[in-house]
């Protein structure tokens, strides 16, 4: 099975507090919680989120949840890559053969959406395979093991993109009407959109 990795290790200075750690509506699950569930219903087995600047916060958002493992990312600062990579040396073995990787601020993915994700990647071995509304892409992405060596050896400011132009001529785009995949949330803003109520 593909793992599931959550990034969660940036200090979240536009929202104000933690990200993993917001609930999606009152009485709600996290927004950790929720991608976590989204991923089990998809067929995604293990789960490790990525924490850094707030690691005691990212525990409490998954805490009970089974088969989840949190990793702490010593050089969050470095950027979401650096994440990435932490959480890439937490599950990588011989017989890995890709990871599928968000972001904890695009909570709203349908299970069905990874679930087309993986079946894509099943069926192409695409060394990156994610969804897109139109021209616009999102996330989940799966990065094939094709990819690894190219991902740990990018800049770290760069980030994954440097990989994904490496790759870009074949790149999986998997059309999706879920409009989870584009919803990033980053500010009070964003939040209170989400909410639909004011949330600063």
Same mark, same amino acid.
Request: glycine letters at 10%.
């Given at each position: ?24 509506? !009152? ?97 192409s071995r695409a060394p990156i395979v994610r969804p897109a509304i139109g021209e616009r892409h999102g996330h989940p992405v799966i ?34 009407? !879920? ?18 109520? !004011?949330?600063?």
């Amino acid at each position: 099975m593909i793992p599931g990795l959550i990034l969660a290790a940036g200090q979240s200075s536009r929202m104000g507090r933690p990200k993993a750690g917001l609930a999606i509506a !009152d009485g709600g699950p996290t927004f950790a919680a929720a991608i976590v569930a989204t991923l089990r219903a998809a067929g995604v087995g293990e789960v490790v989120i990525v924490a850094g600047a707030h690691p005691a916060e990212v525990a409490d958002s998954v805490r009970g949840l089974p088969g989840v493992r949190v990793v702490q990312n010593p050089r969050w600062p470095a950027g979401q890559l650096s994440s990435l990579l932490a959480g890439l040396d937490a599950v990588d073995t011989p017989e890995l053969e890709a990871v599928l990787v968000t972001l904890v601020d695009v909570p709203l993915v349908r299970p069905a959406t990874v679930m087309a994700l993986l079946e894509a990647w099943r069926g192409s071995r695409a060394p990156i395979v994610r969804p897109a509304i139109g021209e616009r892409h999102g996330h989940p992405v799966i990065f094939d093991r094709v990819t690894f060596s190219d991902l740990r050896a990018a800049p770290l400011e760069v980030g994954a993109k440097a990989v994904v132009g490496l790759w870009h001529a074949r790149i999986l785009n998997v059309p999706t009407a !879920d409009r989870g995949v584009l919803i990033d949330v980053d500010t009070p803003q964003d939040y209170g959109a989400l909410r639909g109520a !004011d949330a600063s």
